[in-house]
């Protein structure tokens, strides 16, 4: 059996690891304050156990099990009950609702690891003569249902799991760009390159287990994004196997060659093909890095000062804030005398804060400000981004907080099995906008997702930060959470604040999605994102393409 390694079947990352709130003293007040869950009280419920889950039989063949084993070897082709469990889905709330309760509709048949580009041209056209559907599946992290077999459907699956593709075959060390296997996921790729002097400084939430290849699928951002850019520039050539041939993409800097067929690939979620290799351009490993932590007296302000930063000569990595209600809660997972509640629950601090004459400390937001380069060059652009942040009456808190930010950042996914276990909710949403709409969207999906709460009857939670900024806009990442009310109703009670949420997007210039990409979650607002024509022009692409709907059909444009 294939020895490439997977996230729990029912969960977020690995088997015994998970979040923990004992020693963070202010959680549990906050939990209780926010949603209405006491924590002291609520017995969380044990994961399921695999035994309690109905794996229907196999629709492939045996023959049809043997001739992928013919191109791949039988060790590397499964119809175990626990690979397709792993296989069905990804990570998001109605994923893990939906494994835990036993209530998965369609699983895929057969998992094939392929050990070579040739093997997955070799598969694909296997698949496309058998009529069957391929599914190419990463890390495992998606959280959009990109990887979701349709329930209706009858023909074989095949799970295509590009984990032993994992290799940075090369670097051009005078171009800055890398030759990267697909499968590689970001850990194991990024220390390649590091032994060798480089980062791709590429840092998703799921970093720890999503590869380069979903990454390219789903046009995903980092939270360096300001400085390395997002996949759509660090990806500039890439390897796609198609039924009969292979698209080859040359990693030139530009080209005015047609409509490009890097962006069509860019986003695709399996619909163009099967991404086997990326050339990505990749950097230098930066001689300092510093993560600095300022506070602001309030959400508009803060955001004002992010705003004029982007606009300055400042080139910083990261530009982040948090609204009042996530810099409470980004506190309240402080553990005792560390971190940035050392900050808050001592006197100095807010004495600081009321003597700027910020009386509503509820109010403050905590911001994240990256810089990289040499020393002179951190230095210029920390003294310039102080000087804007002064402006805003800004306060600067050091470094310690951004240490502790650096350590936790790829952590915040185990919240959501950590309040599911309680019968509570925690999803996040997240979209992109025009500067001058980022606070109207948020205010406007604040209100959305609290009058769904107030239809429901029920307290809800919803806070939100600036993730990513640009020239033009910004993302704006939105966490929200609940207590479900009903065992029976719990993704019908998901659906009532996601499509509020979503909903408030798409009617206040923002698009449905800003990294997470599209798959079934999204699809419903695809048309009001790109507009009849756009749907139209994309659905005649992925017709056209696969004509037999062979490849991951129904995915960004669902009637297709």
């Not at 075959?169 to 390649?192: F, M, T």
């Not at 979620?269 to 001689?287: D, F, M, Q, Y």
């Not at 652009?381 to 805003?392: E, M, P, Q, T």
């Not at 949403?429 to 109207?440: F, L, Y």
Request: hydrophobic share 40%; aromatic share 8%.
């Amino acid at each position: 059996m294939t020895d490439v390694k997977h996230m729990k079947w029912w969960g977020w990352g690995l088997e015994g690891v998970g979040f923990h709130w004992e020693d963070k003293p202010a959680f549990a007040p906050f939990v209780l304050k926010a949603v209405g869950l006491d924590l002291h009280t609520a017995q969380p419920v044990k994961p399921p156990e695999f035994s309690d889950i109905s794996v229907p039989k196999s629709k492939a063949t045996a023959a049809f099990q043997k001739s992928l084993a013919g191109v791949v070897g039988a060790e590397h082709v499964t119809t175990d009950d626990m690979a397709r469990a792993v296989h069905v889905y990804g990570k998001s709330l109605r994923d893990l609702v939906r494994m835990r309760g036993n209530a998965v509709k369609r699983y895929p048949d057969v998992v094939v690891y392929p050990g070579s580009e040739a093997e997955v041209q070799e598969i694909v056209d296997a698949a496309v003569a058998a009529d069957a559907v391929i599914i190419p599946f990463g890390g495992g992290s998606n959280i959009a249902g990109s990887l979701e077999p349709l329930p209706t459907e009858k023909r074989v699956i095949i799970s295509l799991d590009l984990g032993r593709l994992d290799q940075v075959l090369e670097i051009d060390e005078y171009s800055g760009v890398a030759r990267i296997q697909a499968g590689a996921q970001g850990p194991d790729l990024e220390k390649q390159l590091n032994d060798r002097g480089w980062t791709i400084g590429h840092f998703p939430d799921s970093f720890t287990h999503s590869t380069i290849g979903g990454w390219v699928a789903t046009r995903s951002s980092g939270m360096q994004s300001d400085k390395y850019g997002d996949i759509s520039d660090i990806a500039v050539g890439m390897r796609v196997v198609r039924p009969g041939g292979t698209i080859a993409l040359r990693p030139t800097p530009s080209a005015s060659n047609g409509p490009s067929v890097r962006e069509m690939i860019l986003g695709s979620e399996g619909r163009l093909g099967v991404i086997t290799e990326v050339s990505a351009n990749v950097r230098r490993i930066p001689e300092e890095r510093v993560i600095q932590a300022y506070f602001f007296p309030d959400w508009s302000t803060g955001l004002k000062a992010l705003h004029e930063i982007s606009e300055s000569d400042a080139a910083p990595s990261i530009t982040r804030i948090s609204d009042g209600r996530e810099t409470g809660f980004s506190l309240a997972t402080s553990k005792e005398s560390k971190g940035l509640s050392k900050f808050i629950t001592g006197t100095l601090l807010p004495w600081l804060m009321r003597r700027k004459g910020w009386t509503d400390l509820e109010k403050i937001c905590l911001s994240f400000i990256g810089f990289e380069g040499s020393p002179a060059t951190v230095k210029r652009n920390k003294k310039l981004v102080d000087a804007i942040v002064k402006k805003y009456n800004g306060m600067g808190v050091g470094t310690s907080p951004g240490v502790l930010y650096d350590q936790k950042k790829f952590d915040t996914p185990y919240l959501r099995d950590f309040l599911l276990d309680r019968g509570a909710a925690g999803d996040v949403s997240e979209t992109a906008m025009p500067w001058e709409r980022v606070e109207p969207l948020y205010d406007a999906t604040i209100a959305a997702a609290e009058k769904a709460y107030a239809d429901m009857g029920i307290k809800g939670w919803i806070m939100a930060h600036l993730s990513h900024s640009y020239s033009s806009g910004a993302c704006l990442y939105f966490t929200f959470a609940f207590v479900f009310q009903d065992p029976a109703k719990q993704l019908e009670e998901y659906d009532t604040v996601k499509r509020a949420i979503q909903q408030a997007f798409v009617d206040n210039g923002g698009t449905i999605s800003h990294h997470h990409g599209v798959g079934l979650e999204h699809s419903p607002w695809i048309e009001q994102d790109i507009s009849p024509e756009g749907v139209a022009v994309m659905s005649a692409l992925f017709t056209s393409t696969d004509p037999g709907r062979n490849l991951n059909p129904n995915k960004v444009i669902a009637s297709v």
